[in-house]
């Protein structure tokens, strides 16, 4: 929903129905993830997308039929390769979607607002919503979780307080998913099932160095989605000028700045960090410090005669060998890169390669699915 949300909202404000379409289960080669959201406004106009093109048109249509019928109920449509017309309705790419679909109102999701605001300032909410069975007098209802408190109702105090514990777990994780329960809330139960699109707050990204590349790693970090500090010891070369792209530029000890966000609570492990000082006076004590967190991905640039060097001085200050290998040096994918914006493009693929579980071969060597599962969490 977040890709669509100004435009959510805006018919929303002016009292308009809306039919919005979410993907909530996905299998195989699937094109977008659970979360991906379309949307058909009341002038027919549709916005996002939850296939990348191969059935939008058939979205389209159950859509706005949704939104057309004051009356109507939620729709759950799954799509999928067809054996005898791929072309028909269908993800030529091989893989397969579950779409809930329902109508968004005043009326029918009042707490939007609300909603929008939260994710706006970067605020946690999830949405949980029931999406199955459509027999269900749980069906198409909705709870609203913020870190404290929720909004809404599956009409089971139960099955509230479960859905709230375990959407707040999800939010923690910054993942979107399903969630099964009995009809009461019971942990062991399938009965129903409830999905929860969660909007965390984006995922950081730390580079520590001052330097053109780190420059450039802002840019492509930006471009990605996360939240991106620069962080480096030297007032000269850490100015907001240098990094624009940059969401904050912070002048401390690197190793200092690290372990100070993690006590507070701002390191995750969704958090990637870029050592591209490449000076071992920073690298070494930043790096005692960033191997030992759960965060998920420790990259530092040099080359590998500094890093051979770097890594005998971590090991002379204790380091363990499961320790040092979490460490992704030299930084980045081999892609012969050169200029700062390569070397960025290089580092951005490795943790795209990290975060989803791929090879960073071309895909025309690699058979099988060219869409990984994925081995972290969610932005």
Sequence with gaps: MRDVLDDLLRWWERGAVTGLAT????????????????????DGEAVGSVSGGCVEAAVYEVAQ?????????????????????????ALTCGGTIEVFVEQVSRETFPQLGEVAAAIREGRPVAVATCVEPADSP???????????????????????DAVADDARGLLAAGRTGMLHYGMDGERRGDAIAVFVNAYAPPARMIVFG??????AVARIGRFLGYH?????????????????????????????????????????ERTVLCVLT?????????????????????????SRRTHDDRTARLRE????????????????????????????????????????????????DVPGPIHHQGVLADL
Excluded: N
């Design 228 to 268: 991106v500090t620069v962080c480096d010891a030297r007032p000269v070369f850490a100015t907001t000028r240098r990094f624009p792209a940059a969401d904050e530029v912070v002048v401390q000890w690197p190793h200092r700045y690290l372990a100070d966000e993690a006590a507070a609570g701002r390191v995750d």
């Design 65 to 89: 039929q949704v939104a057309a019928d004051p009356a109507a109920a939620p729709a759950r449509e799954r799509y999928g390769i067809s054996d005898e017309d791929a072309y028909a309705a």
């Design 23 to 42: 993907v909530v289960r996905t299998w195989q080669s699937a094109p977008r993830r659970p979360g991906a959201a379309m949307l058909v406004g009341p």
């Design 317 to 364: 200050h204790g380091m363990t060998e499961a320790e040092l290998g979490r460490l992704r040096a030299p930084i980045g994918l081999d892609l012969g890169a050169r200029t700062p914006e390569e070397t960025a493009v290089s580092i951005a693929a490795e943790i795209i390669a990290v975060r989803w579980g791929g090879t960073g071969a071309t895909l025309t």
């Design 138 to 160: 749980r069906y198409g209802r909705r709870l609203v979780v913020w870190e404290r408190g929720t909004a809404g109702s599956f009409g089971s105090p139960r099955l509230d």
């Design 278 to 302: 490449h000076d071992p006076k920073f690298d070494v004590p930043l790096l005692e410090v960033a191997l030992r967190l759960p965060v998920a991905y420790v990259g530092a640039m040099g």
């Design 210 to 215: 001052a330097i053109d590349f780190a420059a």
